[in-house]
């Protein structure tokens, strides 16, 4: 694993932790933070869905794009995809081709008129 991914992950998760404990607190939340410290986070959350709705990012999806140089984002992890676009598997497609003159024609099935001997990709061809 990338170093830097390494780090980002322990960061939120430290992140996490802490916003979870402080939730817990109960009331108490609001008092531990600082006021300067909420009012930024409040004024985030706008850009952060403007951000997700133009750009199908976050701001976390952005500095994580920035220090791993893929493109990554929680929108594509929450519509079963994976989080980076350069971590998901290419499928080979599925398609038969076939030599006709001067180009290959491909069909999304097997051309039945067509001899099995002529299939780019044959012993022939």
Same mark, same amino acid.
């Given at each position: 694993? #990338?170093? !830097? #991914?390494? &780090? !980002? *992950?322990?960061?939120? =998760?430290?992140? /996490? ?17 600082? *006021? ?5 986070? /409040? ?5 952060? /869905? /403007?951000?997700?709705?133009?750009? +199908? ?6 500095? !994580?794009?920035?220090?791993?140089? &893929?493109?990554?984002?929680?929108? =594509? =992890?929450?519509?079963? =995809? ?6 998901? @598997?290419? %499928? @080979? %497609?599925?398609?038969?081709?076939? &030599?006709?003159?001067? +180009? !290959?024609?491909?069909?999304?099935? %097997? +051309?039945? #008129?067509? %001899? &099995?001997? *002529? ?7």
């Amino acid at each position: 694993m #990338n170093p !830097v #991914n390494k &780090k !980002v *992950k322990n960061i939120t =998760r430290v992140c /996490a932790v802490a916003f979870v404990a402080l939730w817990l607190s109960g009331c108490e939340f609001y008092q531990v933070l600082p *006021k300067p410290i909420l009012s930024t986070v /409040a004024n985030l959350f706008p850009i952060d /869905a /403007a951000l997700v709705m133009t750009t +199908d990012k976050t701001i976390e999806d952005h500095v !994580v794009s920035g220090a791993s140089g &893929k493109d990554c984002s929680t929108v =594509r =992890r929450e519509q079963g =995809r994976t989080y980076c676009v350069e971590d998901e @598997a290419n %499928p @080979a %497609p599925k398609v038969t081709c076939y &030599k006709s003159i001067g +180009d !290959v024609t491909c069909y999304s099935k %097997p +051309d039945e #008129n067509i %001899p &099995k001997e *002529k299939v780019v990709g044959s012993a022939q061809y």
